[in-house]
């Protein structure tokens, strides 16, 4: 599936929610706010590099977009190891999302929400900076865009518009 046909089906099932079908949230940054910020500041980075180098818009707009797409699905289809998260990580402001994912989710499985949305996501250079934004020094195939995601959350970070702890985070 292409960066537009996914982009117009996150839309469209933002704007058909039903009342009452949001999962908890606690005082963290909103899904849908956080994910229009990042895929617009991805982009907006992109054409910052050169031109030979240069990621392919569509696919950096949409990586920003689905970056958090783990934290809807563990959201609805765990929502009570959800509630744990989101206490743990309102309590814990200073550790990234990754651990205390682990942490709560180490007794049901071995799974973090950046593994899970990459599996439902189609396109791999979206897939992998999905997988890969939190893991430094990446070098895979797509690691433009792994790296500009994470430059992404870091520049987001330090206008506590990201999940991300504020603080001290290298690209590596």
């Not at 079908?21 to 590099?49: D, F, H, K, N």
């Not at 309102?90 to 799974?111: I, S």
């Not at 995601?149 to 001290?168: C, E, F, I, Y």
Request: charged share 20%; net charge positive; glycine share 6%.
């Amino acid at each position: 599936m292409g960066p537009q046909a996914t982009l117009n089906m996150a839309l469209a099932s933002r704007c058909n929610r039903t009342e009452g079908s949001e999962v908890p949230r606690a005082r963290l940054s909103p899904y849908w706010l956080q994910a229009m910020y990042t895929a617009a500041t991805m982009e907006a980075l992109a054409t910052l590099v050169d031109i030979p180098n240069r990621p392919q818009p569509g696919y950096c707009y949409l990586a920003g977009l689905l970056a958090n797409f783990g934290t809807l699905v563990i959201g609805h289809v765990f929502p009570p190891f959800y509630a744990s998260i989101c206490r743990e990580q309102e309590a814990n402001r200073h550790l990234p999302h990754t651990y205390v994912d682990q942490h709560v989710l180490r007794r049901a499985a071995r799974v973090v929400r950046e593994f899970v949305a990459r599996k439902l996501v189609g396109s791999e250079p979206v897939s992998d900076a999905v997988r890969y934004q939190y893991v430094a020094g990446h070098d895979g195939p797509n690691a433009g865009y792994v790296n500009l995601l994470r430059l992404t959350h870091q520049v987001l970070a330090t206008r506590d518009l990201s999940d991300l702890p504020k603080g001290r985070w290298i690209l590596g």
